[in-house]
């Protein structure tokens, strides 16, 4: 098998920062904040990475899709190995209302122009939590999709794949081309070593505007506020166990 | 998505207290036989009677009714007291209450923070009534603008970093016990860390404190002006005493601007002097952006990475370095970063290494190097000495150590802060071994003497260093510390038998 892989590369607010809410409540602050690559798209970019070393996989293309800082991002994945990159330049207002629905649409039109035989992508980004990507991008395709992967087997033209569900484990076959979309024990993603990082930097990124994938990214929704969660109001200690129970009854609940 | 972040915590907390609890301590007093008790009062139940009429029952622990081990042996699990009582202040009054008690009953104490210390310094040796700080947790005041905290002793280092980050404010020191130490003993300790490089040390941060006195009475040196030339800054004497002059309650501190953005990496590299040039080119080129330039040799790295389950970036090589850069302005640091790998990759003094991509590598990175000493004590007993040496000598230490003990241990190995010139070199073996210890010492001791060098960089002298204090300071300044002591402490009571050697007279 030579598959050529397409991963898609979300770059995020790092998972460690803590999220503040812009004063005028239109949105977070990602200004000056730290931004990383999705978690989830990493174990991607590994898998597809792993596949390329067991001699299943020929060529995998990274893709990101926002502001100029992508490149970091796709930078990052072609020192984890992809071999080239395409970076999908969107920025300001259109940026903040960009929904998994344009990205499925830019999957899917590359998709069908680089001959993708299998796209991998995060189960979701660590932003908005959609975990819609993957599925839309197959359903636009028509391609059998195979989501929350824990482990990926390819066997002649097909793709055995462990998937992680409510009720445990469920074990399907897809065939190829399809979608897969990453869960957190697929993989551990490897450090990329000096030696990748310098090699990356010579791989090419090709950038493009959403109009060239006939993709049309004006707003279809429009983000009204966005508010911190309620304060957690602060718990009372007692002595005793006594004590507990009085304090339950006097605020009703026994 | 802290998922990731939960499922490794957990796994961490089982394999330490599992395998490290189940080793049995040994009295001090049986392991330490040479020494004695001072003359001091042995508690009774008028000595309790005041001390529950002063503070509420939760702050008074008995060992009747309270399993006292806790406070009764170190973190290193290396030496156990017997301690009957656990006194718990909540506020300055009363600790000042405590000990301008203790001071006329002649009864010993010893103070205690996050019982993080390396050296026995924290714990009683016999049955001093320790004084623990733990409830005086609180942070009282961060004002963005000056960047000043003023913190109660008792608060734990990690819980200030979590607040201070919500003002965009950072820590000036950083260390591996930070989930457990207390900024007061942290302060009495005059602890290093991993940010000293770039911060400077406690004498330089602590703006002001407040320290009661072995007779009770409350020196507020809480002064929170970074410029006061107004007599003797005896607050300098507290930073670093060891609670041998006086309890620490309040701290202010300057703290500083949060880093927008933080760089880790970490190194592999074939020979010593290939870490020096890396260190010297790291200094030049990195400039005022550099925070943190760690070694770690092989032999460490195989025990954390073995012992604890960690993943290490990349292939074995004789030494690893771990750099860190902390700045305003990512592009800016990130560039200047890595036309410094650039050079030092392409003319091979360094072979390999990674770069950490999201916070989360970052904080396995430094795990490699901040969970070093946890992963020794997990081979069984550890001789630990955190010395500072002229930093061209900075490894033969090791070396030299290795090749004199054989193969007596099971590991001799070296790690530290490099850009300090502080190595940490530990010894381990399966369990206590007196042969083993008198190889060591006082060969070690001897050794940094002779390159003038610190026996103890930063961890202190405490119990276990205390009979050293002679190789790194002279007859003259030893006789003026004393002086010093019973000035502030006529009755010894403060943390006795603890930072000076046994003398034969009393001055």
């Known amino acids: 098998m030579s598959l050529r892989i397409l991963v898609g590369c ?15 409540k239109s949105g977070v602050i990602t200004e000056g904040v730290k931004h990383s690559m999705n978690p989830f798209d990493e174990i991607a970019i590994e898998e597809a990475v792993r596949m390329k070393e067991k001699k299943i996989a020929k060529e995998i293309v990274a893709f990101s899709c926002g502001p100029t800082q992508c490149q970091e991002t796709l930078r990052t994945a072609l020192a984890m190995g992809a071999d080239r990159g395409i970076h999908v330049e969107v920025s300001g207002p259109e940026y903040e209302t960009l929904q998994p629905l344009h990205i499925s649409k830019m999957l899917a039109k590359l998709a069908k122009d680089e001959q993708i035989d299998l796209i991998i992508v995060g189960k979701q980004a660590i932003d908005d939590d959609c975990n819609q990507t993957a599925q839309m991008t197959a359903a636009l395709l028509d391609w059998p999709q195979a989501t929350s992967a824990s482990k990926i087997e390819a066997k002649d033209g097909s793709l055995q794949v462990v998937r992680e569900i409510d ?11 399809s979608v897969v979309s990453a869960d957190l024990r697929l993989n551990e993603p490897r450090y990329a070593t000096l030696p990748n990082i310098m090699k990356a930097k010579k791989k090419p990124i090709k950038k493009l505007a959403p109009k060239d994938l006939g993709v049309d990214v004006s707003p279809r929704i429009q983000v009204v506020t966005v508010e911190e969660p309620p304060v957690r109001q602060a718990g009372a200690k007692v002595e005793n166990v006594d004590a507990v129970i009085e304090k339950l009854k006097a605020l009703g609940h026994a | 998505m802290s998922m990731i972040n939960k499922l490794s915590f957990g796994i961490r907390k089982f394999h ?15 392991r330490y036989p040479l020494l004695k008790r001072g003359n001091f009062s042995f508690l009774s139940d008028r000595h309790l009677g005041f001390f529950q009429s002063i503070l509420s029952a939760h702050q008074v622990l008995t060992d009747e009714l309270n399993d006292l081990s806790g406070y009764n042996v170190d973190w290193m699990r290396s030496v156990r007291g017997s301690s009957r009582l656990v006194l718990r202040p909540k506020t300055t009054e009363e600790v000042a209450a405590i000990l301008q008690y203790c001071n006329v009953q002649n009864i010993a ?3 205690q923070g996050g019982n993080t210390g390396l050296v026995g310094g924290s714990v009683p040796v016999f049955d001093e009534v320790v004084l623990s700080l733990e409830l005086m947790d609180e942070v009282i005041s961060v004002d963005e603008l000056s960047g000043v905290a003023i913190v109660q002793a008792g608060c734990v280092l990690e819980k200030l970093e979590t607040v201070l980050h919500l003002s965009n404010l950072a820590l000036p020191l950083d260390l591996g016990a930070k989930g457990s130490c207390q900024i007061g003993g942290n302060v009495a300790t005059n602890a290093g860390g991993i940010r000293l490089l770039r911060y400077g040390n406690l004498h330089g941060s602590v703006l002001g404190l407040t320290a009661v006195l072995a007779n009770g009475q409350i020196m507020d040196c809480l002064n929170t002006n970074k410029k006061d030339n107004t007599g003797y800054d005896l607050k300098q004497l ?9 309890i620490v309650t309040q701290v202010a501190l300057q703290c500083q601007p949060k880093p927008s953005s933080v760089q880790v990496g970490f190194f592999g590299l074939n020979s010593f002097e290939n870490v020096l040039e890396t260190m010297r080119l790291s200094k030049r080129n990195l400039g005022e952006i550099l925070s943190s330039c760690e070694l770690i040799d092989q032999s460490s790295l195989e025990c954390v990475t073995t ?7 990349i292939n074995n090589f004789p030494f690893y370095m771990l750099l860190e850069t902390a700045g305003s302005n990512a592009s800016h640091d990130a560039e200047k970063l890595n036309s410094l790998l650039e050079i030092l990759v392409n003319n091979g003094t360094i072979v390999d290494g990674t770069l950490a991509v999201d916070s989360a590598q970052a904080k396995n990175l430094w795990e490699l190097r901040e969970r070093i000493s946890e992963a020794l004590a997990c081979e069984g007993y550890v001789y630990k000495y955190d010395v500072s040496v002229p930093i061209r000598q900075f490894y033969q230490l090791v070396e030299d150590m290795r090749i004199r003990l054989g193969n007596l241990p099971i ?20 369990e206590y071994n007196p042969i083993l210890l008198n190889r060591i010492e006082p060969f070690v001791y001897d050794w940094v003497c002779q390159e003038r060098g610190s026996v103890s960089a930063e961890h202190g002298l405490g119990l276990k260093k205390r009979d050293y204090m002679e190789y790194s300071k002279s007859p003259t300044v030893i006789h003026w510390m004393r002086r010093v002591k019973k000035l502030f402490d006529p009755n010894n009571i403060l943390n006795p038998y603890k930072i000076f050697p046994e003398q034969s007279s009393t001055d």
């Open chain 1, 10 to 24: 979300k770059r995020v607010i790092d998972y460690a920062v803590k999220i503040r809410v812009k004063p005028d």
């Open chain 1, 167 to 177: 009720g445990g484990l469920e074990t399907i076959k897809v065939k190829l081309p």
């Open chain 2, 16 to 30: 330490t207290t599992a395998s490290r609890l189940r080793k049995y301590v040994e009295l001090t007093s049986v």
């Open chain 2, 109 to 111: 104490i010893c103070p």
């Open chain 2, 238 to 246: 507290f930073i670093g005493s060891e609670g041998t002059l006086g």
């Open chain 2, 307 to 313: 012992q604890l389950e960690l993943r290490s970036p």
């Open chain 2, 411 to 430: 590991r001799c190995c070296g790690y530290g802060h490099l850009g300090d010139g502080n190595l940490h070199l530990n010894i381990t073996s399966q």
